[in-house]
């Protein structure tokens, strides 16, 4: 695009017409190049493969998982998920709540957590471990639910 708009320029204030073909092939070596740049840059980076996982794992015994997630919908709705699953996959308790709000991915996120927390101290939940897709938030170490904070 800034090809298109420079030659734009060119022809209206200069009166020089750049050859279409030459655009295009400033545009293929542009691509080229920004590609070669981001392999250079990025080919380092170690990806955590538990963090995109598509399988769920269960907890360790006597332990229950809150998986937790947000969508957010069209209008300002925000959708929020919990499950817990004890150490054999079977599911104690699910909820979800709509809120009406404007909230960015990374704060809907981090209210499913906080929502998920809430579920558990109310249902009494002392040895949990918290699941979110998300790769922003940091991860919560541990958590006096009896006690507060």
Not at 36 to 44: A, E, F, L, V
Not at 124 to 149: A, F, K, Y
Request: charged share 25%; glycine share 6%.
């Amino acid at each position: 695009m800034w090809y298109l708009w420079n030659r734009r320029n060119e022809m209206i204030f200069n009166g020089k017409e750049v050859y279409h073909p030459v655009i295009v092939e400033r545009t293929h070596r542009l691509a080229a190049d920004s590609s070669s740049y981001m392999k250079r840059i990025y080919r380092g980076i170690k990806r955590h493969p538990w963090r995109n996982s598509k399988v769920w794992k269960a907890p360790p015994k006597c332990i229950i998982k809150l998986n937790c997630d947000a969508s957010l919908g069209v209008e300002g709705w925000v959708g929020m998920g919990v499950i817990a699953r004890d150490w054999k996959g079977d599911t104690l308790f699910a909820v979800t709540r709509r809120v009406r709000a404007h909230w960015s991915p990374i704060i809907a996120e981090g209210k499913a957590i906080e929502l998920a927390l809430q579920i558990a101290k109310r249902y009494g939940l002392t040895e949990i471990i918290i699941e979110s897709d998300s790769q922003v938030l940091p991860l919560i170490q541990s958590i006096d639910l009896l006690h507060g904070p």
